[in-house]
């Protein structure tokens, strides 16, 4: 018996400003810029980097770039990033949930 396996994509998921905020939650717990960066890719692709690119009045060359794996994002993107996305950031105590 051959088993297939399909690719997945979490940005099929993400359909809602709640699950928006979980992933990108679980993603800013991890402490991972680099990953930080990836996921809040995920979720631009998931809204649709043109009309991210839009609303925030960066290229959509710069949301990719800045996005991927290896992206360094400034803080000023990733705060426009997220106030299109319909999320914020927070702070709490180290290790309080």
Do not use: C, W
Not at 25 to 54: C, H, N, P
């Amino acid at each position: 018996m051959t088993e297939t396996f399909s690719d997945f994509d979490p940005a099929e998921y993400l359909t809602s400003p709640a699950a928006i905020a979980e992933f990108m939650s679980d993603a800013l717990e991890t402490g991972d810029a680099g990953y930080i960066a990836k996921a809040l890719g995920v979720v631009a692709r998931a809204k649709g980097m043109t009309e991210l690119a839009r609303e925030t009045g960066l290229s959509r060359e710069q949301l990719y770039r800045s996005f991927s794996e290896h992206g360094n994002p400034t803080l000023k993107t990733m705060l426009a990033v997220m106030k299109a996305l319909g999320v914020d950031m927070a702070a709490r105590p180290h290790g309080a949930r």
